[in-house]
């Protein structure tokens, strides 16, 4: 028997399977939230729905989106001849905040990962290959991880696109062996961005 009410309950598991949230804190933000006025509350339960109905994935580099083109894409004043590939949309953000960045991106929506069940198929690859086949790209960064899964889904797309011609580069190994995209410095970053070298 529990001692509190069915929902009280529910709220209490729900908040108990976010990342880093133990019992002790979702019951404290459960209650926190049963005592905030019912127009704060609300606030925060229209911004979970509107993440889950609002976002989406760019039609171009499958980037989070609120329209069907992202941000980066639309802007005019990105260089559309560069396109950096990263595993996830966080990477997007992290590489975005060096500021260092000209180019368009594509999010891969992961690594493959055969053991996880995580083939090429599963991934955003044959977009990939579909805009390079459509020429005026020069250029593809490969800025997938730097671990073991990373390199092996960096050097499976290189393979693919060997046969356009277009140039490979892989981030500068600054960025330590094992190490993810997400939470590596900006300065790590932008020095990898720099001293990217071509693969192949
Ligand atoms: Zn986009």
Redesign the pocket.
């Known amino acids: 028997m529990s001692v509190y009410t069915e929902s009280l309950n529910k709220l209490i598991e729900e908040l108990g399977k976010l990342p880093g949230v133990g019992p002790k804190t979702a019951e404290r933000l459960s209650f926190y939230i049963l005592k905030a006025e019912p127009a704060e509350a609300m606030k925060l339960a229209r911004a979970i729905s509107d993440v889950k109905n609002k976002i989406k994935h760019?039609e171009?580099?499958y980037?989070l989106?609120e329209e069907a083109?992202?941000q980066?894409?639309c802007d005019p004043r990105r260089d559309k001849a560069i396109i950096c590939v990263v595993e996830q949309p966080k990477d997007v953000i992290a590489l975005e905040k060096t500021g260092a960045c000209k180019w368009?991106?594509h999010v891969l929506g992961g690594h493959i990962a055969p053991l996880e069940g995580v083939e090429p198929s599963d991934l955003t690859i044959d977009k990939l290959v579909e805009r390079v086949r459509k020429g005026n790209v020069k250029e593809v960064i490969m800025a997938t991880n730097p671990n073991m899964a990373g390199d092996g889904t960096a050097l499976y797309i290189s393979s693919l696109l060997k046969p356009t011609g277009v140039k490979i580069t892989r981030l500068a190994r600054g960025l330590a062996t094992g190490s993810t995209i997400e939470y590596a410095s900006g300065k790590m970053l932008t020095d990898a961005i720099i001293g990217r070298q071509q693969l192949q």
């Open positions: 760019c171009i580099c980037n989106s083109t992202c980066i894409c368009v991106y």
